[in-house]
């Protein structure tokens, strides 16, 4: 799994986005200031960076310009949120910007996303017996090819990012149908029955009580 | 269709001005319709334009009306001269008349009742007279025996018993004349008539006429140059004050009138500048309000974004994560902490606030038993940082509102304890230097120069994540601040770093005296 660093010196927020991307199974270090990120990027490389920018000693900005980080992408983190600061992080390098407060689904998206620009080759998933080829929308279950609908594998792909989290049958309505889908609920339990059973799923998939779906891995 | 043709008359009467006085536009002019039946005309003039246009008015009107008034005199007094002079030769012909007749009469005896005779008589005098411009003529009981002059009104000759001439002027064509008419003596069937030409009168009067016309039209000329030079000049500084007053209308406040004068509008001038002073001013602590506003609550904002970002983040993760106890546990004291962050930012927001509204009462406290509660209070916050805490009091009483001053004392020593570390001694001292003053003392990190002008500003903090290990939201001076305001006291910092800070509260203001 890629190796995240977090530099962020509000230990309840830094805490909170490594507890966030645990759950997915990067491998997160914490810095909570400027200078001990200099530190942290010495000892060890990382795949990504998310950044805040106001940090002691040596706040963000800086640490952009001073091209600290030489090529590992910067997602930066902040309760600013205007337009002037925004542009500002994003022309000084930062690959993407997450203002506070967020939710861990946008936190994971967009580690993702980052991620999947940086490093493109896609790996294989596996859960038990099931193989997930993210790459070449294919599943295999001990070896067998399985048919899945373009949908399934969506919802599929949105469990597998999010894995480890609960997400509400709206949600996943809204990651795996779209914005503009106007589908009931009832949509997403047929969609996960199917899934289950033809992958085997049943206890990795876990029905949330009154909220929603979790893959469990 | 008459309210149509009475604006089409206003409109045509609006260009004929617009033309008079030059305006430059046509918005200068406009119609406001008010009623159906009555059309409204607004003209827009300037001030100047005023004046200059009755001035120029009331001139010609009583300067033409002072030269017509003696144009016409003098025409009326050499008319009466002309008169006068005619009925005088008339007098004289009509002597020479009689004599030729009464001659004649004595030769002949009838010759005033002859015909040949009498123009025999009057001939020779009509001729010589001709070349005067005089000319004569005879009746002879109504009938007309001879004349060379022109037309003669019938009402001229009837001459009454006790009449002795009949005068008369008429004008005949392009010619005036003059006629007087007598009866000549002891031949009273005989009217003799004499006229003249006094055409010369009335030429005279035409030629003043143009005289006066031309004149009056120099003068106009002249006047309306003089004046429009005048005016503009007496007027401008209207104008300036009009542009002016319009650029600080539209922000430019630092804008200001230059007239140089002694006279009202200088006067204008100057209060005006003065007006504008005290306008820029007030926009400028306005703007400095309502920036100061907009940090406050930018800062606001701010941190209440992080334990608000702890809130959610936690209590989503608790929800939806998949998690083991410690993190579940992990999760909890994070979200206590993030709400206890919130519940001492709106605590202390809220004493902000009611000390902003509040008016304090002073009573006389003793300063040894404030120092006791201070202590007590404080007592935990030293145990924990093993800190010493040392008072000195040297003045019995102060006065002031004591939960107030508690309050002021507990933030700062909070801050002491905050920027000292373990075993130092916080020194609080109560002592009278011509006013009383309250003295904290630490001999912690201190404050960097640049920083101190900077520590009164809600939510700054020096030392952001020391200050939050400890408790800190980043108010506690500014609540100092106001209970100093509200006491009339002077709060003075010195620092210096790696040294310690030493907090003083100058009770300068005669409340707090004692």
């Known amino acids: 799994m890629a190796k995240i660093l977090i530099i962020e010196d509000e230990k309840a927020i830094n805490d909170l986005i490594l507890m966030n991307l645990n759950l997915v199974g990067y491998e997160c270090r914490q810095a909570f200031d400027g200078k001990e990120a200099v530190a942290a990027l010495k000892d060890e490389k990382a795949d990504l960076v998310l950044l805040d920018?106001?940090?002691?000693?040596?706040?963000?900005?800086?640490?952009?310009?001073?091209?600290?980080?030489?090529?590992?992408?910067?997602?930066?983190?902040?309760?600013?949120?205007?337009?002037?600061?925004?542009?500002?992080?994003?022309?000084?390098?930062?690959?993407?910007?997450?203002?506070?407060?967020?939710?861990?689904?946008?936190?994971l998206a967009r580690v993702e996303a980052v991620l999947r620009r940086v490093k493109p080759a896609r790996k294989v998933f596996s859960i038990d017996d099931t193989l997930i080829y993210l790459g070449e929308h294919m599943v295999t279950v001990n070896g067998k090819q399985v048919e899945l609908t373009n949908r399934e594998f969506e919802l599929l792909e949105v469990l597998i990012n999010n894995r480890n989290l609960a997400l509400s049958r709206d949600k996943l309505l809204d990651l795996a149908w779209g914005h503009d889908y106007f589908g009931d609920a009832r949509t997403v339990d047929v969609h996960i029955t199917k899934l289950r059973k033809k992958l085997h799923l049943e206890n990795h998939i876990k029905t949330i009580y009154k909220f929603g779906y979790r893959l469990e891995v | 269709m008459n309210l149509k043709r009475k604006i089409r008359k206003e409109v045509l009467s609006h260009k004929c001005l617009q033309i008079m006085?030059?305006?430059?536009?046509?918005?200068?002019?406009?119609?406001?319709?008010?009623?159906?039946?009555?059309?409204?005309?607004?003209?827009?003039?300037?001030?100047?334009?005023?004046?200059?246009?009755?001035?120029?008015?009331?001139?010609?009107?009583?300067?033409?009306t002072g030269v017509l008034v003696l144009v016409s005199y003098s025409y009326n007094f050499s008319l009466q001269r002309e008169i006068d002079s005619g009925v005088?030769?008339?007098?004289?012909?009509?002597?020479?008349?009689?004599?030729?007749?009464?001659?004649?009469?004595?030769?002949?005896?009838?010759?005033?009742?002859?015909?040949?005779?009498?123009?025999?008589?009057?001939?020779?005098?009509?001729?010589y007279y001709i070349n005067q411009g005089v000319f004569l003529a005879i009746y002879c009981k109504d009938a007309l025996i001879y004349s060379n002059a022109p037309e003669i009104d019938q009402e001229l000759i009837s001459i009454g018993e006790n009449d002795v001439k009949n005068v008369a002027t008429?004008?005949?064509?392009?010619y005036k004349y003059l006629f007087a008419a007598s009866r000549v003596q002891e031949y009273p069937h005989l009217t003799f008539v004499y006229v003249r030409d006094i055409s010369q009168i009335d030429a005279y009067r035409t030629n003043i006429s143009r005289v006066f016309i031309a004149v009056n039209g120099v003068v106009c000329v002249v006047l309306g140059i003089t004046l429009y030079i005048l005016l503009k000049r007496l007027t401008s500084p209207i104008n300036k004050l009009n542009i002016t007053t319009s650029e600080i209308a539209n922000g430019a406040y630092d804008k200001r009138v230059n007239i140089k004068r002694k006279d009202e509008l200088g006067e204008l001038g100057e209060t005006f500048n003065a007006m504008a002073d005290s306008i820029e001013e007030n926009i400028r602590l306005l703007k400095k309000e309502a920036e100061d506003r907009q940090q406050l609550i930018d800062n606001l904002a701010h941190e209440m974004k992080t334990p608000l970002t702890a809130i959610l983040g936690y209590s989503e993760y608790l929800q939806k994560a998949m998690s083991n106890e410690e993190d579940r546990m992990k999760a909890a004291s994070h979200l206590h902490d993030a709400a206890d962050r919130l519940k001492l930012l709106s605590g202390k927001l809220l004493d902000l606030t009611y000390l902003r509204n509040e008016k304090i009462e002073c009573k006389e406290i003793k300063v040894e038993a404030l120092f006791l509660a201070l202590s007590n209070i404080m007592k935990p916050t030293f145990i924990e940082k093993k800190l010493k805490i040392d008072t000195i009091v040297k003045i019995e009483t102060i006065s002031g509102d004591e939960a107030l001053l508690l309050s002021l004392l507990i933030n700062l020593v909070e801050n002491a304890a905050r920027a000292s570390s373990e075993s130092d001694i916080i020194t609080i001292r109560a002592y009278k230097e011509n006013t009383p003053i309250i003295e904290i003392r630490d001999t912690g990190c201190g404050i960097k120069k640049e920083e101190i002008t900077k520590i009164m500003n809600p939510f700054y903090c020096v030392d952001k994540s020391r200050s939050r290990n400890f408790g800190g939201v980043g108010l506690g001076l500014s609540i100092v601040s106001q209970i100093a305001y509200l006491h009339g006291a002077e709060l003075k910092i010195d620092s210096e770093p790696n040294y310690g800070t030493n907090v003083k509260i100058i009770f300068n203001n005669s409340i707090a005296t004692k």
């Open chain 1, 53 to 107: 920018i106001m940090i002691p000693y040596i706040d963000g900005f800086t640490l952009l310009e001073q091209n600290l980080f030489q090529g590992i992408p910067v997602i930066l983190v902040t309760a600013r949120d205007s337009m002037t600061d925004k542009v500002k992080g994003l022309k000084l390098g930062a690959d993407d910007y997450i203002v506070k407060p967020f939710e861990a689904v946008e936190l």
């Open chain 2, 21 to 64: 006085l030059g305006c430059r536009a046509k918005s200068d002019i406009w119609l406001v319709c008010r009623h159906r039946e009555r059309a409204v005309w607004r003209f827009s003039m300037k001030f100047w334009q005023k004046i200059f246009l009755s001035t120029l008015l009331i001139f010609i009107l009583i300067f033409d």
């Open chain 2, 88 to 127: 005088r030769e008339q007098g004289v012909i009509l002597s020479s008349v009689y004599n030729s007749i009464s001659s004649a009469e004595k030769i002949f005896n009838g010759a005033s009742q002859n015909r040949e005779r009498l123009i025999a008589v009057i001939e020779p005098l009509a001729e």
């Open chain 2, 170 to 174: 008429r004008r005949i064509g392009d």
